[in-house]
């Protein structure tokens, strides 16, 4: 199929999407694509040039809206976001009327195709539900240098401003790059680049800056709250497994060349002196270090855009369930490299996909926190407070993610470090969630042969890494025994009631498969046998005037924990604070949710704008899949040629859904998806504490607790 579809595209074999022309490359026409390779920097514009000399190819096209089309059947969130309710009635997408739209619709170029497929689906606002093509997304991130934060000044009036710190950055992360900028400005700031750091920002692009704020919340996507969104677009931090990292944010980092330069109205200030000058700095696109090299638009096609090993589920009854350990190309930056190396399930969890948040840029020194206790390790950092911040000695848990590359590691992390925080006379507790993008759900039971790898995955599990921080803060309860999650369900469709009906007439011998009824449990906590046809009868409802199909409730899988828990709580839950940017979600959002609604927690969104109302998580979900989980379910009962199933990628793409919603804990008859997570309080951020988290944490304690 790969070398059909170059042979459709480059030898005019077939037509266009329009049906009308053969597609021919004209040997002497210039090569966009050829004029970027193997050249690290360069403009929006050259990039775009190289995305956008792709023609529309009808049967790639009718690939991708089929694709989605049918696996959105197993999305749980379809109707729900045909007009979500209250605080997020800005959610009202139609994903199957804009895929037909779509379908019927004419475009210049492949580039502009999948510039409406993915804006598509970011109007459900959903970072579970999305779709990506890595021959375009994050292929190149687009920066500008000068990073922008939302700052609060003594009186408390809030103004956009550069960050303070963006010279230094920029300076460390571009390297001789900075140059290109450098050069770029006005001439009585020619080479002084230093000199915006901080300086407030008047306008942008002509208009009020938070006229631009609000122009990129409604286009990103992603994040449910709309204050949510909002803050996304200022620079901020986080804690990967590597270490810590800073977000541009998405003024000046954007994962795809669609703009070439903005122009900001400022008032710089330096020492005692305040000047105002407008200042035009173009974008500069900078390429994935984990793209495959091209020569020229033949090779970039073949080599980036089209299906991998990892794209596509597989049968795993076909054959042995092998790891690959050969030296399979590269994939961008924030897929998991399990997925390159491994063609069958791995740990389920409850995460999005956002490619902004795999920058790796780090956080400066000056900014990082510095000692971090005994038991912390990647993306999990413990630190005691300075003694004379708060009456109270006050430990922080660092929690970048609910995601590591090690379940155990990550388990036992949470453990020690909380019990050393508790051991050193911690009495009450932050946890900084900033940009946490979840993780964890499913804990794989692994076997090993003598001489291929292979993995079975009998248990499934919902977000037991949240479940498992709940358990230990809050101690044994009605509230954490027997689960501290949430009841879940999943949507009925017709194509997943044939599956779970194949598995319960004995199609899954090895009960690996996820919709297996051995991995699930009735409502009341006990387990479905394994012929159980747990999807029947479908539980019928009706949102939005649409009648749809959904299983029964699902109970907890998590417990007992693989680990044994403390028989006490290790704080008073009413002692603990969580804290972020409001971009917490999945498993994140879980945690959250549970430790406010049902353990008095507080909840504090760092750095919102002090008129809207923020929310303390991003989004909620249950459990997210990607397409290759559900096609490896199709396939592996044998239902890939029915008519509901949809057929493999052709190209190099990426989609994700929410396989499971969560009931809510106020209003348990609805998923708490759709539920408000107002935060207890938008705490400000002034200039000499943002993006700063030691110093933020003592702010917070200082007025909190």
């Known amino acids: 199929m790969n070398w059909r579809i170059l042979c459709l595209i480059y030898l005019g074999c077939l037509g266009t999407a329009q049906g009308s022309t053969?597609?021919?490359?004209?040997?002497?026409?210039?090569?966009?694509?050829?004029?970027?390779?193997?050249?690290?920097?360069?403009?929006?514009?050259?990039?775009?040039?190289?995305?956008?000399?792709?023609?529309?190819?009808s049967e790639i096209k009718a690939n991708i809206v089929d694709v989605l089309n049918k696996t959105l059947a197993f999305h749980t969130s379809v109707n729900y976001q045909r007009q979500a309710p209250p605080p997020f009635e800005d959610i009202h997408g139609d994903v199957h009327a804009d895929l037909a739209r779509i379908s019927s619709q004419d475009y210049s170029s492949d580039f502009d195709l999948h510039l409406d497929l993915v804006q598509a689906l970011k109007r459900l606002v959903d970072g579970h539900c999305f779709y990506m093509n890595l021959c375009y997304d994050a292929l190149y991130t687009t920066y500008l240098p000068i990073p922008l934060v939302l700052l609060t000044d003594e009186v408390g009036t809030q103004r956009v401003h550069i960050a303070p710190e963006a010279f230094k950055v920029s300076s460390a992360e571009f390297g001789e790059e900075l140059d290109f900028w450098q050069d770029a400005l006005p001439e009585d700031l020619k080479g002084k680049l230093e000199l915006l750091a901080g300086a407030e920002v008047l306008s942008i692009n002509g208009e009020a800056p938070f006229a631009v704020v609000n122009a990129s919340a409604v286009q990103t996507g992603r994040m449910q709250a709309f204050g949510?969104?909002?803050?996304?677009?200022?620079?901020?931090y986080g804690r990967t497994e590597a270490g810590w990292v800073y977000y541009f944010g998405d003024f000046a980092s954007q994962t795809l060349p669609l703009?070439?330069?903005?122009?900001?109205?400022?008032?710089?200030?330096h020492d005692s002196d305040v000047a105002f000058a407008n200042v035009t700095l173009p974008y500069r696109s900078r390429l994935s270090a984990s793209v495959e090299p091209w020569t020229n638009a033949s090779n970039f096609w073949a080599n980036n855009c089209l299906a991998t090993g990892s794209t596509n589920g597989v049968n795993l009854y076909a054959g042995p369930n092998i790891i690959v350990e050969s030296d399979e190309r590269h994939q961008h930056p924030f897929v998991d490299p399990a997925l390159v190396r491994m063609r069958q399930r791995k740990h389920h969890r409850n995460e999005l996909i956002d490619a902004s948040l795999a920058q790796n840029i780090e956080l400066l020194p000056e900014l990082t926190p510095s000692l971090p206790l005994d038991g912390s390790s990647g993306v999990s950092q413990f630190y005691m407070l300075n003694a004379s911040v708060t009456d109270a000695l006050t430990g922080v848990l660092m929690l970048g993610s609910f995601s590591a590359s090690s379940y155990d590691d990550l388990q036992s992390s949470l453990l020690t470090g909380l019990q050393n925080l508790k051991a050193k006379g911690a009495e009450q507790l932050i946890v900084d969630v900033t940009n946490n993008g979840g993780g964890y759900i499913c804990i794989a039971h692994v076997s090993w042969s003598s001489n291929v790898r292979i993995r079975y995955f009998p248990h499934y599990n919902i977000a037991i890494g949240h479940q498992w921080l709940h358990r230990i803060i809050a101690g044994p309860k009605d509230t954490t025994i027997p689960q501290a999650g949430l009841q879940t369900q999943t949507r009925a469709s017709p194509l997943a009631q044939l599956i779970v009906s194949k598995i319960a007439g004995g199609a899954d011998p090895k009960n690996i498969l996820l919709y297996n009824p051995l991995a699930w449990e009735y409502a009341n906590n006990t387990p479905f046998s394994g012929d159980e046809d747990w999807l029947q009868p479908p539980v019928k409802k009706t949102i939005n005037g649409v009648e749809d199909l959904f299983s029964q409730r699902l109970g907890d899988e998590c417990q007992p924990?693989?680990?044994?828990?403390?028989?006490?709580?290790?704080?008073?839950?009413?002692?603990?604070?969580?804290?972020?940017?409001?971009?917490?979600a999945s498993s994140c959002s879980l945690f959250s949710i549970s430790m406010a609604k049902r353990e008095g927690a507080t909840t504090v969104v760092v750095g919102g704008k002090d008129d809207?109302?923020?929310?303390?998580?991003?989004?909620?979900?249950?459990?997210?899949?990607?397409?290759?989980?559900?096609?490896?379910?199709?396939?592996?009962?044998?239902l890939k040629t029915h008519t509901l199933a949809p057929p493999?990628?052709?190209?190099?793409?990426?989609?994700?859904?929410?396989?499971?919603?969560?009931?809510?804990?106020?209003?348990?008859?609805?998923?708490e998806e759709w539920q408000d997570h107002s935060a207890s309080v938008n705490f400000p951020l002034k200039a000499d504490i943002v993006n700063k988290p030691a110093a933020i944490w003592e702010q917070v304690a200082k007025t909190l607790l």
């Not at 920097?41 to 050259?46: N, T």
């Not at 949510?228 to 901020?236: E, G, I, L, V």
């Not at 703009?259 to 008032?267: C, E, F, G, V």
């Not at 793409?653 to 009931?663: P, V």
Request: contains cysteine; glycine residues 6%.
């Open 648 to 671: 493999d990628f052709i190209t190099n793409s990426l989609h994700g859904i929410t396989w499971r919603l969560g009931f809510g804990i106020d209003n348990p008859s609805e998923p």
């Open 561 to 584: 924990f693989e680990m044994d828990p403390p028989g006490e709580p290790l704080f008073d839950p009413k002692k603990v604070v969580i804290i972020s940017n409001g971009r917490c």
């Open 612 to 638: 809207v109302p923020q929310q303390y998580c991003g989004v909620v979900g249950g459990q997210s899949v990607r397409f290759a989980t559900i096609d490896t379910e199709i396939k592996s009962v044998g």
């Open 22 to 57: 053969l597609v021919s490359v004209d040997s002497t026409q210039h090569d966009p694509c050829a004029a970027i390779a193997n050249k690290t920097w360069v403009s929006p514009q050259a990039a775009r040039a190289c995305f956008s000399s792709f023609p529309v190819v």
């Open 259 to 269: 703009k070439d330069s903005a122009t900001l109205a400022l008032q710089i200030q």
């Open 228 to 236: 949510t969104r909002q803050n996304m677009f200022f620079a901020s």
